[in-house]
């Protein structure tokens, strides 16, 4: 799988897709793998999964200290499968199962401030 920095040179954003995601190509070719962005003191601030130039699988959004902060599944701009929550400390505050059209079918933990 292709693991690209958001700034490398031959990742190219080729236009939004209908519901406003961006979309990418690589090298000529749409997108597939993820895209890790990092800020200006080296830290990961989040890992975006793509399929053929479209946002699709897991997505990782990190806190500056590097815990993950969120993760979800998504497809067709939608959140799938389930949604994860963590505070700045590691502890999973909200987690929700969510059916193919994206809609909550259950939330199996919800301590969100």
Known sequence: MNIVNYNDPDLILTGVDIGGTDMFS???Q???GIIQEFDNNNN???ELSYVNGFKEG???YYFPNGQLEHE???K???TVDYLKV???QGNLIYHS???ANGEITSVLINNLP
């Open 26 to 28: 690589y090298q000529g």
């Open 30 to 32: 749409p997108f597939t």
């Open 44 to 46: 990961l601030m989040y």
């Open 58 to 60: 897991v997505q990782k």
């Open 72 to 74: 979800y599944k998504e």
């Open 76 to 78: 067709n701009n939608l």
């Open 86 to 88: 963590w505070d700045n």
């Open 97 to 99: 199962i969510h059916d």
